[in-house]
C-alpha cells in the first residue's frame, strides 16, 4: 500500500492564515505528521510507511491565493450534504485565503466537456450562503462524461483552472485520478483534490464518506414504518429495500439503530430462499412464534439468485452493472410461499431509496462535510494533487486517490460489526443450505 502524496510544486509562499492564527501548538501540520492505518498491533510496532498523511494547514503553500483560480464538479448520484461542500469550500477559498475566483461546474463530468450545453457559474459568499439548508447539489450531478478525458483536461487547461475539487465516490475519483495523471503528463499547475462522497461508505482507507450518516438516519424512518404496518396486522410483514449495491452500511447501521429488524440481508452475505435452511422457514417460524416480522434488505444483496442464464449485463453511464430488483422478487418470493402454504399474510414493501439520497445533512454529517471542505482547501492550497481528503481513527487525513479506488470497502462477515447485527436482529447466523 503507497500513501505517499503528490504535490505539483514547491510550496514557497507564506499561508495567510499566518496573519490570523499563531505558529503554537497544533494550528499547522508538517509532512513530517503521520496517521497510522493500523493502530491495532500484537507484540509489533506500527509501521510507518503505513501511515496516511495528517490533513490541516501548511505554513508554507504552493499557490498564491490571490491568483489562484478554483473549480469545484459534483459527480454521481446525490447524496446529502453535498451542498454543504461546496459551500464550505466557498467559504474557506474566499474569507480564509482570500481567493475569489471559484467556478462551479454543471452536471458532473459533462459540464467540463468543450461543447458542454450549461456552462460554468461564479461562486461566491452570497450565492452560496443558503445552500446548506436544501438537499441535493446547487451544481447538478450526473454519472459519466469520462469517455474522453484529454478534452476535459483541455477545458480545464484553457479557463486557466489552478485546482479541481472532485467531490463523488469510486466512478468520480477514477475519473479525478485521470485528470491529475494528465494534468501532471503535461506540467499543468493544476491540484486535484477529491472529497469523498458515497451514501453507501464504500470508498476504502476512508473512515467514513459523507452522507452516509444522514442516509442510514433517514433510513430509519422507513424501518419504524414497516414495523408498525407489520405489528398492526396478524402475520404483518414490513420489508424495506435500502441503498447499498456492493456494501451493505446503510442496511447494517439502520438495523442496528432501530433494533426492530428481525432480518436483514447485504451483499457481502450470502442466503438461500428456500430450502431447509433458507430464509423462508425462518420466516414462516418467526410468524409462528411471534407474529409479526421486519426484513431490511440492501439492493445489492442476493443478485446471484436473480441471475438469468445468457442475460446480457447492463450498466449504467458510470460503468456500474444494473442490479436486478432483489426487493421485489423477495415480495414475490414470500407472497407465493405463504399463498402456497395456505397461510395469509400481510406485507407491506417499502423503498425510500430516492427519499434518503435527496434528504438535508442531518448535524453531526453537517459539521463533517464543513470539516472536509476547509481541509480540501488547505491541501490544495499546498499543491497536493491525484489525492482525497479522509478521515481515519477519527483524525483527517491525505489518501492517495488510487490508493482509495484500489478496493472497494465492504463489511467483514465475521467483524464485530456484523455480529453485533445479527445479535439485534436474532436471525441465525447463517441461512444457507448445506
Not at 461508505?201 to 430509519?220: H, L, P
Not at 410468524?287 to 436473480?306: S, W
Request: hydrophobic share 40%; aromatic share 8%; net charge neutral.
Amino acid at each position: 500500500m503507497n500513501f505517499s502524496i503528490k504535490n505539483i510544486g514547491e510550496c514557497r509562499i507564506p499561508s495567510p492564515l499566518l496573519d490570523r492564527i499563531s505558529d503554537e501548538g497544533f494550528n499547522y501540520i508538517s509532512e513530517t505528521n503521520r496517521i497510522y492505518y493500523d493502530i491495532y498491533t500484537e507484540n509489533q510496532k506500527p509501521d510507518k510507511d503505513q501511515s496516511f498523511e495528517l490533513a490541516g494547514p501548511r505554513k508554507m503553500i504552493h499557490f498564491n491565493p490571490t491568483e489562484v483560480r478554483s473549480a469545484i464538479v459534483t459527480c454521481g448520484g446525490l447524496c446529502p450534504g453535498l451542498n454543504n461542500v461546496i459551500r464550505s469550500i466557498v467559504l474557506e477559498s474566499y474569507h480564509i485565503y482570500g481567493s475569489k475566483s471559484i467556478l462551479g461546474f454543471k452536471y458532473g463530468y459533462g459540464g467540463l466537456k468543450p461543447d458542454a450545453v450549461v456552462k460554468p457559474i461564479e461562486l461566491s459568499p452570497e450565492n452560496v450562503r443558503d445552500i446548506h439548508k436544501v438537499g441535493g447539489t446547487m451544481l447538478g450531478s450526473s454519472r459519466g462524461g469520462t469517455e474522453d478525458m484529454e478534452k476535459l483536461v483541455d477545458t480545464l487547461e484553457k479557463m486557466k483552472i489552478n485546482i479541481l475539487y472532485a467531490l463523488g465516490g469510486d466512478g468520480t475519483l477514477k475519473g479525478a485520478h485521470t485528470i491529475a495523471e494528465i494534468a501532471m503528463k503535461r506540467g499543468l499547475d493544476l491540484a486535484v483534490v477529491g472529497v469523498p462522497k458515497t451514501i453507501d461508505n464504500d470508498i476504502s482507507y476512508i473512515q467514513r464518506s459523507f452522507g452516509f450518516e444522514s442516509a442510514f438516519t433517514k433510513a430509519v424512518e422507513s424501518i419504524s414504518a414497516a414495523h408498525v404496518e407489520a405489528e398492526g396486522a396478524q402475520n404483518g410483514i414490513g420489508l424495506v429495500k435500502l441503498m447499498g449495491r456492493h456494501s451493505g452500511y446503510i442496511a447494517a447501521h439502520a438495523t442496528l439503530a432501530m433494533n426492530d429488524v428481525n432480518f436483514i440481508f447485504i451483499p457481502e452475505v450470502p442466503f438461500d430462499m428456500e430450502g431447509e435452511n433458507g430464509f423462508l422457514i425462518h420466516l414462516q417460524k418467526r410468524l409462528k412464534d411471534r407474529g409479526h416480522a421486519v426484513i431490511c434488505v440492501a439492493e445489492g444483496a442476493g443478485q446471484e439468485l436473480l441471475k438469468k442464464e445468457g442475460a446480457d449485463v447492463m450498466k449504467d453511464a458510470s460503468g456500474n452493472v444494473m442490479l436486478d430488483d432483489i426487493g421485489i422478487f423477495m415480495k414475490n418470493s414470500i407472497s407465493r410461499y405463504f399463498k402456497e402454504l395456505g397461510i395469509e399474510i400481510s406485507m407491506k414493501y417499502i423503498d425510500p431509496s430516492y427519499i434518503i439520497r435527496s434528504t438535508l445533512a442531518n448535524a453531526n454529517d453537517s459539521i463533517y462535510c464543513a470539516l472536509l471542505g476547509q481541509y480540501a482547501v488547505h491541501a490544495a492550497m499546498a499543491g497536493k494533487t491525484d489525492m482525497v481528503v479522509g478521515q481515519w481513527n477519527n483524525f483527517f487525513t491525505h489518501v492517495p486517490i488510487e490508493l482509495a479506488i484500489s478496493r472497494r470497502k465492504k463489511m467483514d462477515p465475521n467483524s464485530r460489526v456484523w455480529h453485533n447485527v445479527l445479535q439485534a436482529t436474532g436471525q441465525p447466523f447463517v441461512m444457507v443450505n448445506r
